[in-house]
């Protein structure tokens, strides 16, 4: 893989990630899987790691802005690793398959959830 390619790619989906607020696993695991060729459970293992960095930096900036809610951030954080750890330990025991099966259905839904129609009778503004 290009370091220049993978520093564009870098670039790209932090900007991304801090203008549509998505986390950037879901923008790095497909680029890395189809783009680079990464193999599932590398694409997850090193988008996890090259999340936290991005999300430092847009967690101080939205709490610079006073957007962050940190009695609920810390609770999640800290219930978060528990779950961090389960969910690791059961992706490393996945058959890739069925590991990427899981995520496309994941961004499935999530794209459902968020399309615009999908919020009929819900209050926009």
């Known amino acids: 893989m290009s370091d220049l390619l993978a520093?564009?790619?870098g670039?790209?989906?932090g900007l991304l990630s801090g203008v549509i607020g998505v986390g950037g696993g879901v923008l790095l695991v497909p680029l890395?899987?189809?783009?680079f060729r990464f193999s599932q459970h590398v694409?997850?293992?090193?988008?996890?790691?090259?999340?936290?960095?991005?999300?430092l930096v847009?967690?101080?900036?939205?709490?610079?802005?006073?957007?962050?809610?940190?009695?609920?951030?810390a609770w999640m954080g800290m219930v978060g690793v528990a779950g961090a750890l389960a969910g690791a330990e059961l992706a490393l025991h996945l058959?890739?398959?069925?590991?990427a099966r899981l995520f496309g259905f994941f961004l499935v839904l999530s794209a459902?959830?968020?399309?615009?129609?999908?919020?009929?009778?819900?209050?926009?503004?």
């Not at 694409?43 to 999300?55: E, K, N, R």
């Not at 058959?95 to 590991?99: D, E, I, K, W, Y």
């Open 7 to 9: 520093v564009a790619s």
């Open 11 to 13: 670039f790209l989906v």
């Open 32 to 35: 890395m899987v189809i783009g």
């Open 43 to 55: 694409a997850q293992g090193t988008s996890l790691v090259a999340i936290i960095p991005t999300s």
């Open 58 to 73: 847009g967690a101080a900036t939205h709490q610079r802005a006073g957007h962050v809610n940190l009695s609920a951030a």
């Open 95 to 99: 058959h890739p398959l069925v590991l």
């Open 112 to 125: 459902l959830r968020i399309w615009p129609w999908a919020k009929k009778g819900e209050n926009q503004g």
